[in-house]
């Protein structure tokens, strides 16, 4: 790992990612142009927060005829107890989403990849289904709303509830998917907003006229 | 060596791109307008436009480099809308705009999107500051000095609906499609612009702010009198319009007045107004001027973007990672 940077508190993502970008760069000695790919976290997460990355993906890829990789946020969330050298038979990564409900998915260890792999698709739900889900012997990692902590650690003693994805991890998939040849179409890419959950009231119950 | 500049525009729901060289030729010009998506919400919807711009801004920049005959090694300055407007839509073409400016190694200047409009009437040396400006549209109604060297100062603005607004609201209660107030226009040809007289609204403390409100809803009240047959909404939306237009007119001219101005500028999508264009000339005094920009850049554009952030840049601004969006950015 070449470097990593994280925003001071209260510091605004946009304001930060530029200078970030520059200042590992200069670190090291690189400039732009020294890069092979740009890999962002592709969702579910902070609409705003994902729209900032994939801008500014979007423009360093297309100005430097860079690859582009798409990394769902709970792959990384999934892989990111691994990097501890944590090893669980069956996983679920969830964050939380709107409304008091959780994305989740659930993933396997695959000796092939050396990574978490997604069994199926995301899913949403609540905090009884994450439950379910620990009773059913998987291993939990995620964040959890204050609230709902105590019922998950209940329901899973010993799971994580307070992780959240690491960007070394995202670097360490997304190496794996470029040696791959798994890029994403630049002018398509945008993030996955609402996988598996109904989309927030103001694009679903938008009173149409 | 000329100086090429591409202008990046995502204040609201239309994700434009232009590339400039030399603040002169026009080397390519693009928008694309989300009209049809918002139409069905009867406005515009913040995390749609947003979504909408992350996906077009690829393909608009590609197309526009090819319009231009360019590359974007071919680009010298990246001149993007920093607010006002929406935050989301804002965010998502600064950060492209920096992370553009940031590959490429060339430098970013942001621009107030209010400035875009103002100084549309000056491209191509049309007009220079010294002149009082009016921009007026769906999101704004200000009445600002603007004087060399950026020196700008907002003289009045609305206290309440900005002009365009007024008008959207109200063609919109009449049932004409989003966006409405454009709409306005070609049902008020058809119109008597004196068949319902609205007053025209006078601040009690004497300034010069502007007040659409009132006339809206006696424009809603109009409306629930009586049936709205097509000859009485043709009616309505002729006499509305003249009650926006009058009080943007009589409003602008007085102050202009006072203050010895003899050169007027009007930016913004309601500048397109060809009553509102029409009455200005009517009650300009001899020696007055206005001055507005063609149809096609009244409206939010990329052009404008490109054009004042190389007026900027050739006075000296630069801009540097730490440029922030500002949905509420003043223009003074």
Redesign the interface.
């Given at each position: 790992m070449l470097g990593v940077s994280s925003p001071r508190r209260g510091e605004g993502t946009s304001r930060w990612l530029t200078r970030a970008i520059r200042g590992l760069l200069a670190r090291r000695k690189l400039v732009a142009a020294d890069l092979a790919a740009v890999a962002v976290a592709s969702g579910p997460g902070s609409f705003t927060g994902l729209r900032i990355a994939f801008a500014t993906a979007k423009a360093l890829t297309l100005a430097l005829e860079l690859r582009l990789l798409l990394i769902p946020t709970l792959d990384i969330l999934a892989n990111s107890g691994d990097d501890q050298g944590e090893r669980a038979e069956k996983l679920a990564a969830f964050l939380p989403y709107i409304g008091g409900e959780y994305h989740f998915a659930c993933y396997h260890y695959s000796t092939r990849y050396t990574c978490y792999r997604r069994k199926r698709g995301y899913r949403a739900g609540r905090v009884d289904d994450l439950a379910a889900l620990a009773g059913d012997g998987a291993t939990l990692i995620g964040l959890a709303r204050e609230d709902d902590r105590e019922h998950i650690l209940r329901a899973a003693p010993g799971c994580s509830a307070t992780s959240y994805p690491k960007v070394q991890t995202l670097a360490r998939l997304a190496w794996g998917g470029y040696q791959r040849g798994e890029w994403a179409d630049i002018g398509r890419a945008e993030p996955i907003y609402s996988a598996g959950a109904t989309p927030p009231s103001f694009i679903s119950g938008m009173k149409r006229v | 060596m000329a100086l090429i500049t591409l202008g990046i525009e995502t204040s609201c729901d239309e994700t434009g791109m232009a590339v400039l060289e030399d603040g002169q030729r026009v080397l390519a010009n693009s928008l694309y307008s989300q009209v049809i998506i918002h139409r069905?919400?009867?406005g515009v919807?913040p995390?749609?436009a947003?979504?909408r711009h992350?996906?077009k801004?690829?393909?608009l920049?590609?197309s526009v480099l090819t319009a231009a005959g360019l590359d974007?090694g071919g680009i010298d300055l990246i001149a993007a809308t920093r607010g006002p407007g929406l935050?989301?839509p804002l965010?998502?073409?600064?950060?492209?705009?920096?992370?553009?400016?940031?590959?490429?190694?060339i430098p970013i200047v942001g621009v107030n999107h209010l400035e875009g409009h103002l100084y549309s009437a000056c491209f191509n040396g049309r007009v220079k500051p010294p002149f009082l400006g009016l921009i007026v549209s769906g999101g704004h109604t200000e009445l600002i000095s603007v004087g060399a060297g950026f020196r700008h100062r907002l003289l009045a603005s609305t206290r309440d609906d900005a002009g365009g607004e007024a008008l959207d609201k109200v063609g919109?209660a009449m049932g004409l499609p989003y966006p409405a107030g454009a709409k306005i226009e070609s049902l008020a040809l058809r119109g008597d612009r004196q068949a319902v007289i609205f007053p025209l609204a006078i601040m009690k403390d004497g300034s010069d702010d502007f007040s659409f409100s009132g006339i809206k809803t006696a424009a809603l009240l109009e409306m629930r009198k009586r049936k709205l047959t097509p000859r009485r909404r043709a009616d309505l939306a002729a006499s509305f319009q003249e009650a926006v237009c009058r009080q943007l007119v009589t409003r602008t001219l007085r102050v202009a007045r006072r203050r010895g101005v003899k050169h007027l500028v009007v930016g913004g999508g309601v500048a397109a107004n060809g009553r509102l264009r029409r009455m200005f000339q009517e009650e300009l005094a001899p020696g007055e001027k206005i001055f507005f920009p063609e149809k096609g850049l009244c409206t939010d554009n990329a052009l404008m973007v490109a054009y004042a952030g190389y007026l900027r840049y050739k006075a000296g601004q630069r801009d540097?990672?730490?440029?922030?969006?500002k949905a509420d950015l003043k223009i003074t």
């Open positions: - | 069905k919400f009867g919807v995390e749609i947003s979504r992350l996906l801004l690829v393909p920049m590609e974007l935050i989301g965010l998502v073409g600064l950060c492209f705009a920096k992370a553009l400016a940031l590959a490429r190694n919109k540097g990672d730490a440029l922030e969006a």
